[in-house]
């Protein structure tokens, strides 16, 4: 205790002992959950299992071990888990009061579920957003190769399942042109010269013909090499 001037009274003195790891503990959690902001889910993974959790309080243990989780999830959906990273969402029934930002709404969660459960092959709006997404956070951490792959992938899923909407449909892997009215199929076998299986230029050409405005948006701009 301390009387007149600060200065202490005789007979008051404490002795407090500390652990300037548990310092370190804190301080290592924080970061974890900066790098999960920034993105690097797997660097956030392996910070929290590097926190030595017994030198954290209850209420900063229960942030490490739910902070995991989250990074666990991103990083499934960052690999187009979809599935999974929902199922781990699912089972986070109560936020860590620290953590409440980084938790993606029910909605969310939902599609994620949704994109997860669609058979292999089958497309859809929130698939192509997802991946343009992913293409972005690609950028954003400077893998340029990885962003053009994934955006060449989105540009040919857009015009897969534009054709797969059509009616009748069309199927880029499985080119079969007999439920199209004549003028029609004439049209389209000048593009694809029989062949069974069509590169994405070939795919937004035949939108082009189906009057449909993707194809001539991207053969505008150039378009890419089958």
Known sequence: DRGENSTV?????RFIFDQP???IAF?????AKRML???????TMDLCNNINRHLLSKHDEQARNQLWHLANAYNNWDKFRH?????????????HSDLEELMPSADTVQRLHEIGQSASGKFSEALIADLVANVDRRLREGAWDNAVARMYRATEML????????????????????????ETRHKLETITHGETRIGIDKA???????DSDLGPAYLQKG???D
Not at 162 to 175: D, G, I, K, Q, R
Not at 204 to 210: H, I, Q, S, T
């Open 9 to 13: 009274i005789p007979g008051t003195e």
């Open 21 to 23: 790891n548990a310092y």
């Open 27 to 31: 301080y290592e959690l924080q970061s």
């Open 37 to 43: 902001l920034q993105l690097q889910f797997q660097a």
């Open 83 to 95: 599935a999974e990273a929902a199922n781990i969402f699912g089972r986070q029934r109560t936020v």
């Open 159 to 182: 015009a897969q399942f534009a054709l797969a909407s059509h009616s009748p449909t069309f199927n880029t892997s499985e080119v079969q042109l007999d439920s199209f009215p004549k």
């Open 204 to 210: 937004y050409r035949v939108l082009e013909a189906l």
């Open 223 to 225: 378009g890419v090499t």
